[in-house]
Structures are given as structure tokens and as C-alpha cells.
């Protein structure tokens, strides 16, 4: 009798912790959630050409591009490179609040990583193309401080670079400067083109969601779940943070207000599509390949900045357009206010959710962070 009665408890325990587990287990995604969650892939999206760049996915233009992204022949500050600031080392950015070139710049420095695609370029989409992106450095004082003549001269007088240019645009460097800087500008894109992230923890659950692998989706940690919810839900992140990228490509007004090197409130598009306009090397410009017709100036929202893309974001701190941002669950913090008495905040649990799920986002193996940037307290 006792043995029985012992079974019975026993069988009732049982029965009480799988309740307790069913109650505590999330309800299963929604339709909408599934196609929100399927929208973020698949990862990595086909790889395209930019009509605007005759050498683009071109392995001779690459070559020389990765040997000009190394070099400091491009600069005229001794020791400059363009991994001064886009170290490989950490995701292709820089770990510091502010760039740092020849002096301090007004903005943080975006990571290179996915970089092509996107369809505007810098914080401000002053650019159109990722090859007239890759001359602005060149030429900016605050940064690499250079000219045409000196990149042509680098091009030219170099036996390495002379070599690889030759392959890579089938004759040697042009007698003309500007044209001889537009085609480093563009074996510099066509190097940058190939700089993709790694697959991820998400990618292998939003996989298994599609395809309906219920064992593999489990192995996805249950934090990274609720947090991945509220992404796609509530938190209303993916309007913005959308696509395989996990950004729109577009321009938001930011809640977080900033000021240029001379003191000025930082403009954002309203400023980029001003110098857009002035750009001699738009795609719409002599030097493009495939121009396009000239268009009117788009909506230029002043304080409104291009979404950065989350992959690998819990290995490129600081945060914001102007790096003011230490820690991720602070970065999150802005965003989370939603829209008052309507929706909700974000609870402090609910952000370390949205951490989680942010810190599935990158390839372990590769990540350099400060854990301290990835704390929510």
C-alpha cells in the first residue's frame, strides 16, 4: 500500500512540474510572427552586381581594392590607411565614439560589414554608390586628408599597385587624376563587396522555422525567443530594422540629438542630400558607368539618420550615429519608449530579451566585444 501510495505521488509530481513547464512555455508563434521572422533572411542573400561600377564582382578589382584598403599611399598622414578605421579585426569598425582620422570627426565610424547592401551610403546617404562612398574619405581633410593627384600618383608610381591596376581595368593608370581616383574609389567598392557576415545562431532557427524543423528551432535559447517576439511584435524594431540585414535602408529622425565638429546641430539627411545634390560623382554624374537620369532632391528630414544594419552589433559598440551609446540595452532604451500611453514601454526584462536575441545576431567565434556593452542592469 505505501509503495503504491509513494507511485501515486510520485505520477502527481510528475504531472504538476509538466503543468508548472507547460504554463511557463511561450505560446506557439503566430502566422504574422512567422512571416515577420521568415522576412529577416534567408542569410546570405545572393550576391549582385552595382551596374554603376564596371569592375564590381570582378577578382582582379578585388585584389586590388583589399591592397588599397591596406595601404597608406592613399593618405597623406603618414600611417593612415583605410583599416585605421575599419579594423578587420573588429568587424570593420573602429570601437571608437568618434572617428578618427587626421582629426576627430562629428559621427561614429559604420561598420563595412554587408555593406553593399545598401542603397545609400554614410550616416547621411550624402552618396549613392559604395564607390563615390569610398572616395569621400580620400578626400576629406578630417580623414585620410588626400587629393587626385596623390591617389593617381600612388597608382602610377607603386610597382604593386601599378600591376594589379593594370589587371584590374585592363590598361594602365589613366593620365587624367580624377579618373584615375574614381577607379580606386571603385576597386575599393568592389573589395568592400565582398565583406559579408558570418551565419548566426538566428539564422540556423529562422531556417528551421521555414522549413518546419520543430527539434532544430529548440536548440534557439528560449531568451533569444522572447526577445526575437517583441523584435518582430510590440517592440515594433522590425519597421525599421527590416530584411536579411536587418535595416531598411532608409532614414528615421533620431531621438538622440548631436553636433558636428564646428558646434552646428548635426543635420543628418537634410545635410547629406545637400551634398548629395553637389556630389560630382553621384550615379547620376560622368563618372558612372550606368548613369541614371538626374531626379529631384529626395525628402530630406533634418536630425534624420540611415538605419545601421544588427548583424554582428554586439561586437561593434559604441552605439548611435555619434557613438554616445556605450551599451547595447542603452541603445535599446530610446527606441523602447514606443509610443507612451499607446503602446507600452519595454520593461528592463523585456530589453535584456531584446539583447538576447540582438546577441544572436553575430558569429560567436569572431566576435571581439566588452561584455560590459552587452549588460543590461
Known sequence: MRRLALAIGLV????????????????????????????LGPWPPPATRDASNRVSGRAEAVALGETLFHSTR????????????????RRFSDGRALA???????RHTPGLLNVRLQHWFGWDGANDSLWSQSIRPMLDPREMRSDAAH???????????????????????????????????????????????????FDAFRDALVRGDGDAMQRYPATAQRGLRLFVGRGRCAACHAGPGLSDGEFHRSRISSRLPDGTADGGRALGVAKLMANPYA??????????????APPAEPGAFRTPGLREVGATAPYMHDGSVANLCDAVLPHAALDGATVPALTLAERRDVVAFLRTLGAPQAAIVDEDALVCR
Do not use: N
Open 12 to 39: 502527481g509530481a510528475l504531472a504538476l512540474a509538466a503543468g508548472v513547464a507547460l504554463s511557463m512555455a511561450a505560446p506557439p508563434l503566430g502566422s504574422d510572427e512567422r512571416a515577420a521572422i521568415a522576412a
Open 74 to 89: 592613399l593618405s597623406t598622414v603618414g600611417g593612415l590607411r583605410c583599416a585605421t578605421c575599419h579594423e578587420p579585426w
Open 100 to 106: 578618427l582620422g587626421a582629426q576627430t570627426g562629428g
Open 151 to 201: 591617389i593617381a600618383r600612388a597608382l602610377r608610381e607603386d610597382d604593386v599597385l601599378r600591376r594589379l591596376y593594370a589587371a584590374a581595368f585592363a590598361r594602365p593608370p589613366p593620365a587624367d587624376d580624377e579618373a584615375a581616383l574614381v577607379d580606386a574609389g571603385k576597386a575599393l567598392a568592389a573589395y568592400q563587396e565582398t565583406l559579408m557576415s558570418e551565419r548566426t545562431a
Open 283 to 296: 550615379r547620376s554624374g560622368r563618372f558612372a558607368d550606368d548613369p541614371v537620369a538626374p531626379g529631384a
